[in-house]
């Protein structure tokens, strides 16, 4: 069985991103670039469920700028077998993202598609959730753990929820986005990151699929939040109850 | 045009995350519907129609909205869209699971995890685990929208008067099917909803060590336990305990910070709180930099000292 990986590639979760001055946006300039950290768990997922014998074909896809080659370069190290970018300057938001792997899976015919919960730029939380819909495909979000029967036609998926967890039985065709705990990427290593320079990486626009990708949301601004300032330091825990019940009267 | 909020509940009880989305569509000046989706769920209707602001109550009960699920929840969503103009839920993990299907299937944005409302179109929300806020507005005719709890005050809970209706239910997709639950038990308040929050990190060292002194503060002081990421890895605590940006985003009276560091995916989650007091060794830690009163001292030492004085 295939399954498609859609990944994105986003500032790497190490930098500490700046607004820019004149409120347009976040700073990208020369920032260091990386894939999505939830969308490396779904790789690694794809890869494991490969070489567990249950996966036959891990096809990693991204849409966005022609630098995407590069996160989809990592992913075919980290074992993806090939790679698709739908390329395109313009902004993409998470329902055009939807709907060119709409589009996509329209192509490929996976039986699965797994993917990130939420991108760490945007924090939209959006994507999955909408190709699951578009396709009219179950979903299981924030997965922490993924058994996929494929001779019954269906995938258990166990989600973190508020307060605890839910394993819910999904029909295959399905969409399943990843949690932190589902596992933990392997490192690329030289030999496969060399390898994947000659795997498949095929490159398609919009427009070839067909999918009108305007943004219908606009940014009016983008501002830093209201800084925190740091305040006092106690000497020992009797001044602190002393502040707690006087000054900031939080405590009785 | 009416607004539309998704009840988030048990089939028993109306969660109070529903209160702070209810405040969320009064910003937005229209009358508000709460829509109670579920299974024998007549005692969560009663309970909706008592919260301040609703106007009206539409229930469609029926099993196949017993457990929530978001392909069933959606196109029931979706049927009844027809004549609103906003559509909320709290940004709760089933809202954040089941609003963006509603979106794609009315083919409109969803906007996540709203903080503000500027006006009906335009509304804030922090990007980048919260290191910047966005304003957005929305060029579509249904704004579908998550609300962050912690941006709104919640509604009364009492005092309001709507009218129940029963709505007819879409039909059961048949996708998914709940095989269980595992929902931690705990007799302390919830941590999204918690006055006060004790929250431990990996200086505590143990699991063990995480119960001994944690649990013995939280009880005098009527807390929920939280934790930081570093602790939850580290294998301390269960992951709903995690606060943070890929936690729970939390904002009590009081955050007490034990033993954590600060690493900015934990400030992203507990940065709003009002008072928030850091107990750690390390002078340096970025945790003080946000705390209101900063005591550096051995946890193990004052800890037991702090719950035997309270």
Redesign the interface.
């Not at chain 1, 740091?230 to 106690?234: L, N, P, S």
């Given at each position: 069985m295939k399954v498609l990986v859609p990944i994105k590639r986003v500032?790497d979760f190490n930098v500490?991103?700046r607004?820019k001055a004149d409120g347009s946006g976040?700073d990208l300039a020369n920032v260091k670039m990386a894939m999505n950290p939830f969308d490396e768990i779904a790789v690694e997922e794809a890869v494991r469920q490969k070489e567990a014998g249950v996966v036959t074909e891990v096809v990693a896809v991204s849409c966005g700028v022609a630098a995407c080659q590069e996160t989809l370069r990592t992913a075919l190290a980290l074992g993806a077998d090939r790679g698709v970018l739908v390329e395109t300057d313009a902004e993409l938001?998470?329902?055009a993202v939807?709907k060119l792997l709409k589009a996509i899976v329209g192509k490929e015919a996976p039986q699965l598609v797994i993917l990130g919960k939420q991108a760490?730029?945007?924090?939209?939380?959006?994507?999955?959730?909408?190709?699951?819909?578009?396709l009219g495909?179950?979903?299981?979000?924030?997965a922490?753990k993924v058994v996929i029967d494929a001779a019954a036609g269906h995938v258990?998926v166990t989600?973190?929820?508020?307060?605890?967890?839910?394993?819910?039985?999904?029909?295959l065709p399905?969409v399943v986005t990843t949690?932190?705990?589902l596992n933990e990427p392997r490192y690329a290593t030289l030999p496969n990151i060399m390898k994947a320079k000659k795997k498949p990486l095929e490159t398609l626009k919009p427009e070839d699929l067909g999918v009108d990708v305007s943004p219908?949301?606009?940014?009016?601004?983008?501002?830093?939040?209201p800084k925190?300032t740091?305040?006092?330091?106690?000497a020992?825990?009797?001044q602190?109850?002393d502040?707690?019940k006087n000054e900031?009267k939080?405590?009785p | 045009m009416s607004i539309l909020v998704i009840a988030e509940h048990d089939n028993a009880h109306l969660k109070t995350a529903t209160l702070n989305a209810v405040a969320a569509a009064v910003k937005l000046g229209s009358e508000i519907h709460l829509l109670v989706a579920g299974s024998g769920c007549d005692a969560v209707a009663e309970q909706a129609a008592a919260v301040a602001g609703v106007a009206k109550v539409k229930v469609a009960d029926a099993a196949h909205y017993a457990d929530q699920t978001a392909e069933n929840l959606a196109a029931l969503i979706h049927a009844h869209a027809g004549g609103y103009s906003h559509i909320l839920a709290a940004a709760t993990s089933n809202g954040k699971n089941t609003l963006p299907r509603v979106a794609a299937l009315l083919d409109v944005a969803q906007i996540s995890d709203i903080i503000a409302v500027e006006d009906a179109d335009t509304f804030v929300r922090p990007i980048y685990a919260g290191n910047a806020l966005a304003t957005v507005k929305s060029a579509d005719a249904v704004k579908v929208i998550t609300v962050r709890t912690t941006g709104f005050d919640p509604v009364s809970a009492v005092g309001g008067s709507a009218t129940i209706e029963t709505l007819a239910s879409a039909s059961d997709q048949g996708q998914a099917r709940l095989i269980g639950r595992e929902i931690t038990k705990s007799a302390r308040p919830e941590l999204g909803a918690a006055k006060v929050i004790i929250s431990g990190g990996r200086a505590l060292g143990s699991g063990e060590a995480y119960r001994q002194l944690l649990e013995p503060l939280a009880d005098k002081l009527g807390a929920a336990l939280g934790a930081s990421r570093a602790a939850v890895d580290a294998g301390f605590v269960p992951n709903d305990y995690q606060v943070g940006q890929t936690g729970k985003i939390v904002a009590p009276q009081l955050y007490i910070a034990i033993g954590i560091s600060g690493a900015i995916q934990h400030l992203a989650g507990m940065k709003d709180s009002k008072v928030i007091v850091a107990i750690n060794k390390d002078p340096d830690a970025p945790i003080f930099q946000v705390a209101d009163y900063g005591l550096v001292a051995d946890l193990f030492q004052v800890i037991p000292e702090l719950t035997a004085a309270l």
């Open positions: 500032v500490k991103v607004v976040i938001q998470p329902l939807a760490i730029d945007d924090d939209a939380n959006q994507t999955g959730q909408m190709l699951a819909a578009l495909w179950s979903q299981a979000t924030f922490s258990t989600r973190e929820i508020d307060g605890g967890l839910e394993t819910l039985e999904l029909k399905a949690d932190l705990r219908r949301l606009t940014t009016l601004k983008v501002v830093e939040p925190r740091a305040g006092v330091r106690v020992d825990v009797a602190l109850i502040k707690l900031a939080v405590i | -």
